[in-house]
């Protein structure tokens, strides 16, 4: 063979490797440069969502009578469910759990907020919230008022609630999950019960870190 044609095919030959070489790099760093998934947490009975779900608006009355809407959900984790205060079964051991959950979290950790929104407006004044959550700690709070938008505000946290009347009492059958709100106000995750503290713990703790590490992603 030639050497002038040795030559030509060892350059070709070299083109194409770095032509390949290329290709693998620009493909390794555009695996590299996608935010990290979302944790899969099916064993904690948790739905995380790679895309936050936005919050239906709002303006209902928390329990020092005061308006909230949206923007008041900001700036901070919140765990927000729909009950009422004479749930008798679901809306205790929800507060309960969450109260033990929060006892467990670590200090590296944000304080989330605890956020029961009523479905029973009528009955669940805001003397009557704050009784009733503020017996479960400071972070706890509860909101009340039109029933229209609060049944919107449900189903954006994929949450429903039914009235009906048993002996001459009102019951509500409502969800019994909760929606962990990030801090745009934004749906990022369904914990479904049944609902363990510790898991709750675990579960905020690594959805925190997914989060944040992809918050440092996307901010790089």
């Given amino acids: 063979m030639d050497r002038s044609v040795r030559i030509t095919l060892f350059v070709l030959l070299l083109v194409v490797v770095l032509i390949f070489g290329l290709v693998v790099a620009r493909q390794m760093y555009l695996v590299g440069g996608d935010a990290p998934a979302a944790p899969d947490l099916a064993e904690l009975n948790v ?7 936005p919050v239906a608006e709002f303006t209902l009355t928390n329990e020092y009578g005061q308006p909230v809407t949206r923007e008041d959900l900001k700036g901070h984790w919140t765990f927000a469910f729909v009950g009422y205060t004479n749930c008798p079964d679901i ?3 929800a507060m309960a759990n969450l109260r033990q959950m929060d006892q467990r979290l670590p200090d590296d950790l944000p304080q989330p907020e605890y956020l029961l929104i009523s479905a029973d407006p009528e009955h669940d004044t805001p003397e009557r919230l704050k009784a009733y959550t503020h017996f479960f700690g400071e972070h706890f709070h509860g909101l ?8 919107a505000l449900a189903r ?8 009906r009347e048993v002996d001459g009492e009102l019951l509500v059958d409502h969800s019994g999950h909760f929606a962990l709100l990030n801090p745009q106000a934004q749906v990022q995750a369904l914990i479904q019960p049944p609902h363990r503290p510790e898991a709750l713990a675990e579960a905020y703790r690594r959805i925190y870190r997914w989060a ?7 901010g790089a």
Avoid: W
């Fill in 91 to 93: 809306c205790p051991a």
């Fill in 156 to 163: 954006s946290l994929s949450a429903v609630f039914v009235h």
């Fill in 212 to 218: 944040e590490a992809r918050q440092d992603r996307d």
């Fill in 144 to 151: 009340s008022g039109d029933l229209d938008t609060t049944r």
């Fill in 47 to 53: 739905y995380v969502y790679d895309e936050a779900r």
